[in-house]
């Protein structure tokens, strides 16, 4: 079994970082695997570190070409199944079997919650005869790409995973939320992730404003880059919350600062499942997130974690302010949300990718989840 992974993302977000947990969980079952990326985008960069073969490409290209020359890679090596890790991705794919006639089966890994465009290029680009299977990364995707499908068996959900070891080591800190100001006070609620519109870190901004009229002490970190940072520290500034909504940029050692908060604050509008929020469970942070997308299916309202409704920052803050004041619900959220997050580990999330590869190879003798 020979695969193909392709990825046309510059930057390192969510889908980026299950990438790679997956080809180092692929590597440890001894599949052979390639990676098709963008030259001098941060897969590529992971690539050279880890001696992960690869074919590098300029994004400034035709798609027709990078179509063109994902086929001939996969010629040139016997790959047996194409995934591609993003939408771009998708469409090289599907070009290279229409119009290169690239005989390689497809699997998708669909990881939006968007609601599915109905027009006539979605629909052939999802239903596509050269596709064996979409790996939805929850079930409210699946169900979201089953409104353009013709055939819903080629469906599946296969969630997300996370490294529970990296999360679980001792380590001295090398990186300490202190040293972005002065006298910092506890506690710290905070979010990681990209700072993209779907995010709403305007909504994380007003629930701190709700926060601290509230009378509340702490300090709020927002942990990440991305093209909305200039008009939330903005927006943060017109609030008079400069010295205590603090943005940190982007962090490569999430675990170090992810342990360092004493409330995940979750606050997308919409999310295919949220593999951050995977992160402060196996961190023992306890989570306030938005009852949306795939969210939901991590979160298990006053169980796991506490589910608040998109861009109600008031009730944002009181659930923060619940979870600080009541150390019982605070210990019972941390104990359940580390047991549920067993369930999305990285291992089980490769080993079903692994049965999906066989299925759509037409192997008869998929590898068996233990």
């Not at 970082?17 to 695997?33: A, F, G, R, V």
């Not at 199944?81 to 119009?99: F, G, R, Y």
């Not at 999305?344 to 190879?361: L, W």
Request: overall charge positive.
């Amino acid at each position: 079994m020979r695969i193909l992974h392709v990825s046309t993302a510059l930057s390192w977000r969510g889908g980026e970082q299950q990438l790679t947990y997956l080809i180092e969980s692929l590597k440890s079952m001894d599949i052979d695997q390639m990676v098709f990326c963008p030259h001098g985008s941060a897969i590529e960069q992971y690539c050279k570190d880890f001696n992960i073969a690869h074919y590098s490409f300029y994004r400034s290209n035709l798609k027709l070409i990078l179509a063109h020359s994902m086929m001939s890679a996969c010629h040139a090596n016997g790959i047996n199944v194409i995934h591609t890790h993003d939408s771009h991705s998708h469409t090289l794919a599907v070009l290279a079997s229409t119009v290169y006639g690239c005989s390689v089966p497809i699997v998708v890994s669909k990881r939006t919650a968007f609601p599915m465009k109905a027009g006539f290029f979605s629909r052939h680009k999802y239903n596509h005869p050269s596709i064996a299977r979409i790996l939805c990364v929850s079930d409210r995707v699946q169900n979201e790409v089953a409104k353009v499908m013709y055939k819903n068996e080629k469906l599946t959900t296969v969630y997300s995973g996370v490294e529970l070891r990296r999360f679980m080591q001792k380590e001295k800190p090398t990186l300490s939320l202190e040293s972005f100001g002065d006298n910092l006070a506890r506690p710290f609620i905070g979010n990681v992730s990209a700072l993209s519109n779907e995010k709403d870190f305007f909504t994380f901004v007003d629930t701190a404003e709700a926060y601290y009229k509230k009378g509340r002490v702490g300090t709020f970190f927002v942990v990440g880059e991305g093209v909305f940072r200039m008009k939330l520290e903005r927006y943060n500034q017109q609030k008079g919350l400069t010295k205590k909504v603090i943005f940190t940029g982007f962090q490569k050692n999430v675990p170090m600062v992810m342990k360092q908060l004493d409330c995940f604050l979750f606050t997308s509008k919409l999310e295919g499942l949220g593999t951050s929020i995977l992160d402060a469970m196996a961190s023992k942070v306890p989570v306030v997130a938005t009852k949306t997308g795939g969210i939901p299916e991590l979160v298990l309202d006053r169980q796991t974690g506490l589910l608040v409704s998109v861009k109600d920052f008031e009730a944002m803050a009181d659930s923060i302010i619940r979870i600080l004041d009541d150390e019982k619900l605070r210990a019972h959220l941390i104990e359940e949300a580390f047991r549920h997050v067993r369930k999305f580990t990285k291992e089980k999330m490769a080993v079903q990718t692994v049965n999906e590869y066989y299925q759509a190879a037409y192997v008869l003798q998929p590898v068996l989840v233990h």
